[in-house]
């Protein structure tokens, strides 16, 4: 079946780094990927899409490419910031049946000053 | 305005006890769903909506019972709650055009605490 598999946090960062945060998939079809972040106490945003191989999604200076050779969509930023702490997920839609997501467990992010 | 609402933000609640969840969606969307997070942050999807009708059944006790009386609105009702319902429940929508782009929006969780 599909599933998502993201790396375990908490991953903490000084300002200014650079962020990767690993996501790898499992599907029996060709997938849509995203990325969400929840920030403390809310619900989930979405922060970056791809619908196909080689696709980058990008948004607020993070950015992700579709891989579909090592079905990977790892999430990077160049220079992270404190407002950017929050929990990500990493998640795929089936094409097969777009109603279903799989998320990823989620990896937190502290960011310190 | 809000785009998913929720409502209440906080549940306290003893054992046993009956409650429900209420989800509005202002998007125009046909399709909502509930998810649960536990205190690890994984999400699981509970059940889906299309048009009032269920399309997705995950493996949860039968204490709950999701309704949609139209597609803007989707509850959840738990029977006789138990320790570990507590967990912050999720109400989401999206639009099932067939699109690939078929983004799910998120409410802003509803935290359940079972005393």
């Known amino acids: 079946g599909d599933s998502v598999t993201q790396m375990e946090g908490p991953v903490t960062l000084s300002e200014e780094a650079f962020l990767t945060i690993n996501c790898t998939y499992t599907a029996t079809g060709y997938p849509s990927l995203f990325w969400y972040v929840q920030y403390p106490g809310e619900g989930l945003q979405l922060l970056l899409k791809a619908t196909k191989a080689d696709d980058k999604g990008s948004n607020k200076g993070f950015e992700a490419t579709y891989r579909k050779e090592t079905t990977s969509f790892h999430l990077e930023k160049g220079s992270v910031q404190v407002s950017d702490s929050a929990v990500y997920f990493c998640?795929?839609?089936?094409?097969?049946?777009?109603?279903?997501?799989?998320f990823g467990s989620g990896t937190k992010l502290n960011v310190k000053p | 305005d809000t785009a998913v609402s929720q409502t209440p933000k906080y549940l306290v609640t003893q054992m046993g006890n009956d409650k429900s969840i209420k989800c509005e969606q202002n998007?125009?969307?046909?399709?909502m769903y509930w998810y649960k997070q536990d205190s690890k942050k994984f999400l699981k999807i509970m059940f889906s909506?299309?048009?009032?009708?269920?399309?997705i059944n995950e493996t949860v006790p039968n204490r709950f019972s999701p309704k949609s009386p139209d597609k803007a609105h989707l509850n959840l009702h738990i029977n006789s709650l138990e320790l570990g319902d507590s967990a912050v429940y999720f109400c989401a929508s999206s639009r099932t055009s067939g699109s690939p782009y078929n983004e799910q929006f998120f409410g802003p969780g509803t935290r359940l605490t079972v005393l």
């Open positions: 998640a795929l839609s089936d094409r097969n049946n777009f109603n279903k997501f799989y």
């Open positions: 998007l125009g969307h046909d399709t």
């Open positions: 909506y299309n048009n009032k009708e269920l399309i």
